[in-house]
């Protein structure tokens, strides 16, 4: 299975959930559903964060950068 930090999203041809768009426009009343951290599978996690005007996420511990899916800047 491919590492999360080598996974792509192309955000043209992917759906995207209707609670993240709900946060993207303010109309999530429950964001953490949908933002933190997330178990995929067995063996993979997802960290979904919400934060608009930032040039770069990292997380501490695994030392990671997190990238930006397409089409959300």
């Not at 995207?16 to 559903?33: A, F, N, S, T, V």
Request: glycine letters at 6%.
């Amino acid at each position: 299975m491919t590492p999360p930090s080598e996974r792509v999203v192309d955000a043209d041809s992917t759906p995207r959930d209707p609670d993240i768009e709900r946060l993207l426009h303010g109309r999530l009343h429950e964001p953490r559903r949908v933002l933190g951290l997330h178990a995929v599978g067995a063996h993979d996690a997802l960290v979904r964060v919400l934060v608009p005007n930032a040039l770069r996420v990292s997380l501490i511990e695994p030392a990671a950068d997190l990238e930006r899916v397409p089409g959300t800047a």
